[in-house]
């Protein structure tokens, strides 16, 4: 009798073939903790510490059996008794931990440090609720509370281990919960440390919104993943949550260094601690705060071991999410942090008279996080080649003159194990059978490349494009009661909205295609173009491009001229799960962003490790994707990022010189044409309509043209279907260098420093 047999008897004294996908799935929950319970943890002299507000780690089931080499012997053991696992997957709620890029690559280098057997665990907070759950009424975003933590997940209450944090009006004490991290095949485990408040409760959220009392700290701080900082009280509550989140970990760290032998003195030896991004920052003054205070360090000390333990990762070239903190603000939540901070200041001012460029405290009075991170850390990553060159030569240019040594780039990567092996298990075992099993450990495809011009391997290929295709529009029609016709391309493009990633620029390709159609220019097969992805609740102009999108969907749906051969979807509540059903289904994926602005992006490498060709601009990692499968077998356009930078500093762009146009001028307008203002918010079109004619921040007029150009080109191109799957083999076949397994091998060599088992 299998261990999974007995479980479910033990459990609900039911046979597997008696119970539902969710007693199932709760069974099966049971099985997999108890499995990694039973592996050791890694352990070494020294221990990374991933420092990350988010941890974006999706469905674990199917992951976790993957890594424990036990899926496909459980999908056959449910198969024996009439169950599904594809159901019993269904049946798992999303941890929401996360929200985009940042932590969606945190939780793929979780996977990957635990895959190479390094010891190291994630620490972040364990938010009962996520960034929001996105509804589309009226087509329009709305937002409710995105509750995720069911009576029985994969958390796991640590007994015994909690800590004071000290704000200035009280000390709260935390909870640590841990959800173990498997590695691939591996027989040992790391772990997410999440730190919570017992206090947390959801009954100060207003019913049906997202609002609640940003005052009452000690019932919010775990309650939501970024709540909104458009006001002063929720500036306060970011710093209460980054405080908490990094001086639990502070505390955690220095004990077990200390469990291990450490004086503390020599604490770089036993720890090193990875800040993804600017938001665990503060912990650098927390660890000399507990230095100082608690163990009689000298404050020269203390500095020169936080200079030796943290090391910082750079994840955009943006202004405005390099934060800047009022002292003002810092000073009335953690006041003891705000006197270091201005200490650390005055060392910055006395080591670099007169240079107001790279001071901690600027003269509004604002702390800036990532100087903070530069100055007192040893080590500066980008994490795309073109990410780190524009830091290097711009953005951090004076920091790079003073720290040249400590710059370095680590080019992101992702997870096989989820983006591939999980989602599209199909196309995995066709490696498995062209190349033999041991990509599964190596990330080595290049194998591939012999079968580029296979008609075998072409015909393969399609049909498992054809069958994941087929599964989306399952999952579309579940979600949200839409259809697409599964004969169609499938151009897709999922990412956070922003402006700067332009999905108002593939707005104006729909409705220049729209017209195309209207006026007969009949495409040879129909397109469908899928949008997913939130925009931040206080981002009223991301929000009108959702508007917008939304009504040019209604728009092509209702005119039966157009609608037999374009569709638009916007895709509701995207996340990891929408995402595992959207890349393997995808033919086409959208990655164009304003040059100079994206700092690396996965999603081009989900989809292009999945079979689908990129589009885009020469940005982020897309650039190192064209090196690596050539120009031919990539399409890309627009402005390139040296000139867009020297525009900038310029003022060199000049909107209403696009606009005046004439094919542009017809696109704008459009925008507030008379058919799109009847079916839409005339208020949120018309707003979206001056911004783009008037301001135009990101750009999208600089580069419409080529871009209609270019989506016309990779439209015709896509049906000569033999060159087409030749690009495509020889993308996955590249694919193999954008793992995260690489990454992680690149962090341990260059800056860690870590054993590895």
């Given at each position: 009798m299998h261990k999974i047999e007995i479980l479910a008897d033990h459990m609900y004294h039911k046979p597997i073939d008696s119970l539902t996908s969710r007693e199932l799935y709760e069974v099966l929950l049971h099985y997999v903790k108890e499995e990694a319970a039973s592996r050791p943890l890694n352990s070494s002299k020294k221990k990374l510490y991933y420092l990350s507000a988010e941890f974006l780690i999706g469905k674990l089931l199917s992951t976790n059996l993957i890594n424990l080499g036990d899926y496909d012997e459980v999908k056959d053991l449910l198969a024996e008794h009439g169950q599904s696992l594809n159901d019993v997957?269904?049946?798992?709620?999303?941890?929401?931990?996360?929200?985009?890029?940042?932590?969606?690559?945190?939780?793929?280098?979780?996977?990957?440090?635990?895959?190479?057997?390094?010891?190291?665990?994630?620490?972040?907070?364990?938010?009962?609720?996520?960034?929001?759950?996105?509804?589309?009424?009226?087509?329009?975003?709305?937002?409710?509370?995105?509750?995720?933590?069911?009576?029985?997940?994969?958390?796991?209450?640590?007994?015994?281990?909690?800590?004071?944090?000290?704000?200035?009006?009280?000390?709260?004490?935390?909870?640590?919960?841990?959800?173990?991290?498997?590695?691939f095949e591996k027989e040992t485990r790391n772990r997410l440390r999440l730190f919570d408040l017992d206090s947390v409760s959801s009954d100060i959220i207003e019913e049906g919104s997202i609002q609640f009392d940003k005052t009452n700290v000690e019932k919010n701080l775990t309650l939501f993943l970024y709540p909104d900082d458009s006001d002063r009280n929720g500036n306060l509550l970011r710093i209460y949550q980054q405080y908490f989140m990094v001086s639990n970990a502070a505390q955690l760290i220095i004990d077990e260094a200390l469990e291990k032998g450490s004086n503390l003195h020599d604490l770089a030896d036993f720890a090193t601690i990875q800040i993804n991004d600017t938001h665990p920052t503060f912990v650098i003054?927390?660890?000399?705060?507990?230095?100082?205070?608690?163990?009689?360090?000298?404050?020269?000390?203390?500095?020169?071991?936080?200079?030796?333990?943290?090391?910082?990762?750079?994840?955009?070239?943006?202004?405005?999410?390099?934060?800047?903190?009022?002292?003002?603000?810092?000073?009335?939540?953690?006041?003891?942090?705000?006197?270091?901070?201005?200490?650390?200041?005055?060392?910055?001012?006395?080591?670099?008279?007169?240079?107001?460029?790279?001071?901690?405290?600027?003269?509004?009075?604002r702390a800036h996080m990532a100087h903070i991170a530069m100055h007192f850390g040893y080590s500066i990553n980008g994490v795309a080649k073109l990410h780190t060159q524009i830091l290097k030569e711009t953005e951090l240019n004076d920091f790079y003159q003073i720290y040249p040594e400590k710059f370095n780039n680590k080019t992101n990567g992702i997870s096989f194990r989820r983006w591939i092996m999980s989602c599209n298990p199909s196309l995995a075992r066709l490696f498995d059978q062209l190349i033999g099993s041991s990509w599964r450990h190596d990330e080595d495809l290049t194998g591939l490349e012999k079968y580029i011009y296979s008609e075998n391997v072409h015909q393969n290929l399609e049909h498992i494009k054809e069958a994941n295709k087929e599964a989306l529009n399952v999952f579309l029609d579940h979600n949200q009661g839409v259809t697409f016709n599964p004969n169609s391309i499938v151009d897709v493009q999922i990412k956070r909205f922003h402006e700067y990633k332009r999905q108002q620029m593939l707005a104006l390709?729909?409705?220049?295609?729209?017209?195309?159609?209207?006026?007969?220019?009949?495409?040879?097969?129909?397109?469908?173009?899928?949008?997913?992805?939130?925009?931040?609740?206080?981002?009223?102009?991301?929000?009108?491009?959702i508007h917008l999108i939304m009504t040019l969907s209604d728009r092509i749906k209702n005119d039966p001229d157009v609608s037999p051969y374009l569709q638009v979807i916007m895709v509701k509540n995207y996340n990891v799960t929408a995402a595992e059903h959207l890349i393997p289904a995808a033919d086409i994926s959208e990655q164009i962003s304003l040059?100079?602005?994206?700092?690396?992006?996965?999603?081009?490498?989900?989809?292009?490790?999945?079979?689908?060709?990129?589009?885009?601009?020469?940005?982020?990692?897309?650039?190192?994707?064209?090196?690596?499968?050539?120009?031919?077998?990539?399409?890309?356009?627009?402005?390139?990022?040296?000139?867009?930078?020297?525009?900038?500093?310029?003022?060199?762009?000049?909107?209403?010189?696009?606009?005046?146009?004439?094919?542009?001028?017809?696109?704008?307008?459009?925008?507030?044409?008379?058919?799109?203002l009847k079916l839409g918010n005339p208020e949120r079109l018309n707003r979206l309509y001056n911004d783009i004619k008037g301001k135009d921040w990101f750009m999208a007029m600089i580069d419409i043209e080529e871009f209609i150009q270019t989506k016309e080109k990779v439209y015709q191109d896509y049906e000569d279907r033999k060159s087409w799957l030749a690009k495509v083999v020889k993308n996955i076949a590249q694919a193999g260098y954008f793992s995260s397994d690489r990454t992680i091998s690149d962090y341990n060599q260059d800056i860690w420093h870590l054993e590895e088992h």
């Open positions: 997957e269904d049946a798992e709620q999303e941890p929401s931990l996360g929200n985009g890029g940042l932590g969606r690559l945190a939780a793929c280098f979780l996977d990957s440090i635990a895959s190479l057997g390094i010891t190291g665990d994630g620490v972040g907070l364990n938010y009962h609720f996520g960034l929001f759950r996105q509804t589309l009424d009226h087509n329009e975003q709305g937002t409710l509370p995105d509750e995720w933590l069911d009576a029985d997940t994969w958390l796991e209450k640590e007994e015994g281990k909690s800590y004071e944090v000290p704000f200035a009006k009280f000390t709260l004490h935390s909870t640590l919960y841990n959800i173990d991290v498997l590695g003054p927390e660890l000399i705060r507990l230095l100082t205070t608690r163990y009689d360090f000298s404050f020269e000390e203390a500095v020169a071991i936080a200079r030796k333990t943290v090391a910082f990762t750079n994840h955009t070239i943006l202004a405005e999410a390099l934060e800047k903190w009022p002292m003002s603000d810092i000073e009335e939540v953690i006041p003891d942090i705000a006197a270091i901070i201005r200490q650390l200041d005055q060392l910055v001012r006395q080591e670099f008279p007169g240079n107001q460029k790279v001071t901690v405290i600027d003269d509004q009075n390709y729909i409705i220049y295609k729209y017209h195309a159609i209207k006026n007969g220019d009949i495409p040879k097969r129909p397109i469908t173009i899928i949008f997913g992805g939130k925009a931040a609740p206080a981002y009223i102009i991301a929000q009108d491009i040059a100079s602005k994206e700092a690396s992006g996965t999603g081009n490498m989900k989809f292009m490790l999945n079979g689908a060709l990129t589009l885009g601009t020469m940005d982020g990692a897309n650039v190192e994707i064209a090196e690596r499968v050539g120009q031919d077998n990539i399409y890309t356009f627009g402005r390139s990022s040296e000139g867009i930078v020297n525009l900038y500093a310029t003022h060199g762009y000049h909107p209403q010189d696009y606009y005046n146009r004439p094919a542009i001028k017809a696109l704008v307008d459009d925008i507030v044409s008379e058919d799109i």
